[in-house]
């Protein structure tokens, strides 16, 4: 059985999320379950799902990705941060440059631009083409440039 019919099983007979069943899938089948769950808008379910991935599985890399870009999809900056965050922490100088711009993206939707062109740059040392981490960089300078006071006090 799959996890989503087990998902659905549960929740016909109005059982909670069974962390029993929940193990005996791997991070792959539960990231691919969010996903499903996210396609047709069952927002809680996914969430729940994700919960339970980390903390049966804390280190995985595929359960880290879902669950902060579940978190970005919630708005949730901070949680969304702090697990791309552990996730380039556990890839090292191996992150792919999706991940990169998905944790600048985070930086500035949680308000911090300085630490988002620092991943920016950072980004760009280790995959200097890509046009995202372009782009990223590129916007965060002009947002920069434009916080520098001019003689007369005011911002650009």
């Known amino acids: 059985m799959t996890l989503i019919q ?3 099983n549960q929740a016909a007979v109005g059982a909670l999320l069974n962390p029993q069943v929940i193990k005996r899938f791997s991070p792959s089948e539960i990231r691919e379950t969010i996903q499903s769950l996210v396609a047709t808008n069952q927002m809680a379910l996914a969430n729940v799902l994700g919960d339970a991935g980390l903390r049966l599985y804390p280190n995985s890399e595929v359960i880290l990705a879902i669950c902060g870009l579940l978190a970005m999809t ?3 900056w901070q949680l969304s941060v702090e ?3 552990e996730l380039v922490d556990i890839q090292g100088d191996k992150t792919p440059p999706f991940t990169l711009v ?3 993206r985070a930086l500035r939707c949680n308000l911090d631009p300085e630490r988002a062109l620092a ?3 950072h980004g760009l040392s280790l995959y200097p083409q890509q046009l995202e981490l372009q782009a990223e960089k ?3 300078d002009d947002f920069s ?3 520098i006071p001019t003689p007369s006090g ?3």
């Open 138 to 140: 590129l916007s965060l």
């Open 102 to 104: 998905m944790l600048v």
């Open 6 to 8: 087990e998902l659905m």
């Open 83 to 85: 697990l791309i965050e």
């Open 119 to 121: 991943v920016a740059r």
């Open 74 to 76: 919630n708005e949730d």
């Open 145 to 147: 440039q434009s916080m």
């Open 154 to 156: 005011m911002t650009h």
